[in-house]
C-alpha cells in the first residue's frame, strides 16, 4: 500500500467543506462527546495551552495532570518561568521523562520575555521561532488562542486522517508527511471561527486518543464512519502507513550511590547531550569492573560494595538494565569537582532522573 512519495496519492474520503463534511462533524462531536473537563481547556492563555501541550508530547494526559498543577502552582506566568533557576525547573518536571522537554521550555520561555516582552506570539509562524516549538504544537496554540485557521498534526491526527480520508503515502517519507499536512489544512474551512477553531482541533485530539486509537479502533461510534476510507477498506489498523521502525538499543549501566552516616549520596550533573542530560545522577559506569576501578582510585574499598537487585528502564530508543549498588563511606570530600553532596530533602528539590530517586526514595 506504500506510496510512490513523488507523487503522493489522493485521498478519498469526507468531503472537506459544508455542513456534512469533516471538519462540521469533528466540531460538533467534540462539543457532545469530546473531553471538556482538562484544567488547560476552556482558556485562551498561550502560556497554559503551551505549558499543556510540551507536558502531553509522548506522555499520557493522566500523567500530566498532577504535573501540570504544579508547575502552575510555582511558575504561574511564563516570566516567573523565565526567572526560575534551571534545578527548579528540572526537579519539577523530574519523572515526566524526556528531559530535553524541559531544557526547552525554559529555554523557550526565556525568549518569549526576552523577545517578545513577556507576550507570546500570535501565529504559528513567529511561534515556531521558539526552542521548543515545532508546527504542531504551534498550531495548536495559534489554534486554541488566537482562531488561526491552520490544522495540529501530532500523531493522533495523523491517525485520524490518514483512516478517514485513505490516505496511502509512507509517513516514514517527508513528501507524503508534507501532502498529509496540505490535505488537513484543506479540510479547514475559511470561514471558520475562533470557537470552531477550538472545537476542531480539540476534537481531532479527543478522536484520535479515544474512539479511532492506534488497535481495535471503535468506527461504529466514531462521527466520521459513515464515509471513512479506512473503514471502508475493512482495515482501518492499517492506517497510517509508516515503514520505518524504531531501532532500540539495549545497555547495561552501573549505578553507585556513596552514602554517607547522615544520608548524604554523592550526586554529580549528567552531560548536557544524551541520556539523562543535564539532570542529577548517581556516578553512572559502563560495567562492573569500572565501578570497582574507580572505587580503587578514590581510595575507597570495593569489598564493601552492597550490590541491589537489577532494575529496567525502557526510554524511547533505549531499553536500559540499572545494576545499582550502595557503598556506606564516612568522608567529606566527594570524589570528584563536579558533583554534591546531597541529603534526602536535598535531593528532592534537584533534577533526577525517575528510576534513580525511586530508588534513592527506597534504599
Not at 501530532?154 to 491517525?159: F, Y
Request: charged share 15%.
Amino acid at each position: 500500500m506504500a506510496a510512490d512519495p513523488a507523487h503522493p496519492p489522493v485521498a478519498h474520503g469526507p468531503g472537506p467543506h459544508g455542513p456534512d463534511g469533516l471538519f462540521h462533524r469533528l466540531v460538533a462531536w467534540q462539543r457532545s462527546h469530546g473531553r471538556s473537563h482538562l484544567p488547560w481547556q476552556h482558556t485562551r492563555d498561550p502560556y497554559r495551552v503551551w505549558l499543556s501541550e510540551i507536558m502531553l508530547q509522548q506522555t499520557q494526559v493522566s500523567t500530566v495532570l498532577g504535573y501540570y498543577e504544579r508547575f502552575l502552582a510555582r511558575f504561574p506566568t511564563v516570566a516567573d518561568l523565565a526567572a526560575a533557576p534551571s534545578d527548579d525547573v528540572m526537579a519539577l518536571w523530574s519523572g515526566l521523562g524526556y528531559y530535553s522537554r524541559a531544557r526547552n521550555l525554559h529555554a523557550c520561555a526565556q525568549q518569549v520575555v526576552a523577545r517578545f516582552a513577556g507576550v507570546f506570539p500570535t501565529t504559528s509562524v513567529e511561534l515556531q521561532t521558539l526552542p521548543g516549538i515545532g508546527p504542531s504544537t504551534a498550531a495548536a496554540i495559534a489554534a486554541f488562542c488566537f482562531g488561526e485557521r491552520i490544522s495540529i498534526m501530532d500523531g493522533n491526527v495523523k491517525r485520524v486522517l490518514s483512516r478517514a480520508l485513505g490516505f496511502e503515502g509512507d509517513l516514514a517519507q517527508a513528501g507524503n508527511e508534507r501532502a498529509l499536512s496540505a490535505l488537513a489544512q484543506a479540510l479547514v474551512p475559511p470561514d471558520a471561527d475562533h470557537a470552531a477553531m477550538a472545537s476542531y482541533t480539540q476534537g481531532l485530539m479527543d478522536l484520535g486518543a479515544s474512539l479511532c486509537a492506534r488497535s481495535k479502533p471503535q468506527c461504529l461510534l466514531c462521527p466520521l464512519s459513515s464515509d471513512c476510507r479506512g473503514l471502508s477498506t475493512g482495515a482501518p489498523d492499517a492506517y497510517p502507513v509508516k515503514t520505518r521502525k524504531l531501532l532500540r538499543r539495549h545497555e547495561t549501566w552501573w549505578l553507585l550511590a556513596l552514602r554517607r552516616p547522615d544520608g548524604a549520596v554523592w550526586l554529580e550533573r549528567r552531560p548536557p547531550r544524551g541520556i539523562w542530560a543535564g539532570l542529577y545522577c548517581t556516578p553512572v559506569f559502563g560495567d562492573e569492573a569500572a565501578l570497582l576501578g574507580a572505587l580503587v582510585s578514590w581510595g575507597l574499598d570495593g569489598a564493601a560494595v552492597q550490590w541491589l537487585p537489577a532494575r529496567k528502564h525502557s526510554l524511547t530508543h533505549r531499553e536500559l538494565s540499572l545494576r545499582p549498588a550502595v557503598l556506606p563511606v564516612n568522608v567529606s570530600a566527594g570524589p570528584a569537582s563536579d558533583g554534591r553532596w546531597a541529603t534526602p530533602g536535598e535531593w528532592q528539590a534537584l533534577g533526577l532522573p525517575a528510576p534513580v530517586r525511586l530508588w534513592l526514595d527506597g534504599a
